[in-house]
């Protein structure tokens, strides 16, 4: 009965690091399909790349793929380096360790600074690991697995002020929105996002900002689809090289303009309030944050407290009340739980999510105060009002 | 004011060959949104991949990938061959020219069958050009550049004949639906298909359907996001390796849906029927056929007449009557139109697309009987009814 109540009226809602909420002028918006070799869909596909720019801090503008994060990632591994290459590469979750099997598999000579999972890297940490040789920097901005933030800009600047000069390449996927990215004033050269996280769109385009350097630093290895010199070439004009999901950059307009109207330091800052507000509710509610040094602002990472089967909890999330949260993986499985406030996401959202959580908790058969998290949490953002 | 009138009352439509029109009940399923790692959508991801063996004609479920269909011949070169594999390709427009690209890109040695725009290969010439070692043989079924649908049945049997037992490699991604493809009874061992072809969907997802020789036949080059034998893996239990374009799976569900009710062989007679009754109207109103010897039923090309600009021809249908056909790539720009009969198309919209060619035409000075073409359309429906 319950359950019965529940699908009838709850509609499912997305509480895990992307895919994330999708407005509803977007989901409206891709519902349209012209052909992608009209000058009016070049035109709106050009404005994507340009509008993209303030996101990443750049001037110049950003490259769209019709693939998954992965293959933005990719993309740059083919595109900027060659095999034998020196690179190094900070691993302190699962998508560190994908850029690691990356550079692996396309055999650069990676120097792998581990991290521990939930931690972030120490700038001075990688300036020790360079050499004279090193081609490129591969971190991650946000280490979607933990929900650790890296701390981008410290990094970058700890490597320059080093005297080094080649590539700093960052997988910002869950951070562009969340974070603040500045790549041009912070010297960095190529950084990557999905558009199902920050974007509130679904998945299926990545997109990667490059900069000057980059752009002059292509390789020739062989590559087809995922060549970013012949991207840049022909998106500036608005052609993709290949057919792009259409239905999508109609979407990417409509959440631009949305984005765009908000404002970018606007969207930033809400990104700062909902985390904190959803910290302060999760350690009312006993909760220990996961990565408490370093905590991202997309999503929350908080350990499963002791006695507690964290993946029953969050089934019991989805099955009784339709949200999805995300648990660990890997060694984390059952061991942390990932609530995400990344997107279009607003404090109503954020403290329904924290009430299923409570709810379940109780559920599951732990003494909790119900209701304290979603009253801290409101607590909070009424003594820190916009 | 023309202008204004057909912006006021026609809605854009599809007559290129991809993308193609999407069913209203398609538009409103890929709004959906759940979580890619939810069992609820490893269900889903997984009847799509089962579900789509019918129209491949294979017992194997499909691979799916988020990117073009080129992403998907991408994926076969670097999953199916290694760097010195002598292979045969056959060129006969931009598609085949694409394999070309490909395998050279990735380091094969191929033999290239040229074959003339407009020309479907001879099925013998490819078995003259076998050797001992040939690895893989790379064809069209459709080359869309050129409206010439090649006899992949008789090629698959004459190159089987000659007692040849590497790989068939066949890019079906416009003819999958339009024409039969029984790729287990053809002894063909991959087939490549895409989203905004015959499945009236946007473009953003590919298919891959493997044989149990392709299965058997993994190399191990380089490769990360188009890893063949890693998906294969993974999306038997409904996995994908990468964030699927989640919105889309769930049209690719419908538009499934659709597919299995209307019945396969009904699909494939309303395109033999949609093929056959452009035909004739293209031939009443003077125009002559492109690929006349071997005309594929997802598209009909013809060239354009002496004396009329084909691009202006085909800007004139798009502003005044809102509708997208194709005209030639390359050496044919300018010289052949390509309207596309694929997919989701009744005769009613066959005959709306006719009609503004007709009027085109004639706007454009040329002398045509207005109306004869689509007359003679319906004539032969009615003498050749379902």
Redesign the interface.
Known sequence: MAEYFRELFTP?R?F?P??T??PAEV?KA??C??????EEFQKIFKSCCEDLRPLFGTKNPAVIL??????AM?SVVVSLTSVQDEVLVVNGGKFGERWE??VN???CRPTVVKVPWGEAPQPEELVRHLTPHTRAVFIQANETSTGAYYPVKEIARALRASGYRGLIVVDAISSLGAHEMNMDAWDIDAVVA?S?KGFGL???LAFVALSDRALASFTNR?????DLAKEWKGQKEGRS????????IHGLRETLNLMHQVGFDKILEQHRRMAEGTRAAMEAMGLELFAKNCPSRALTSVKVPEGVDGVQWLKRV?RRFGM?V?GGQDELKGKIIRFSHLGFISQFDVIDGIAALELALAEEGSKIDIGHGVKTALGYWAKNPW
């Open positions: 499912d997305l895990c992307g895919p909420p999708i989901v891709s519902t399909q012209i052909y992608h070799r009209s019709t693939a998954s994060g992965t293959g990719e099997k990356l598999v396309y055999q999905g199902q679904p998945p299926g062989p590559k087809f689809y995922f090289a290949w057919t792009p999901a259409i239905s999508l989805r999805y995300a």
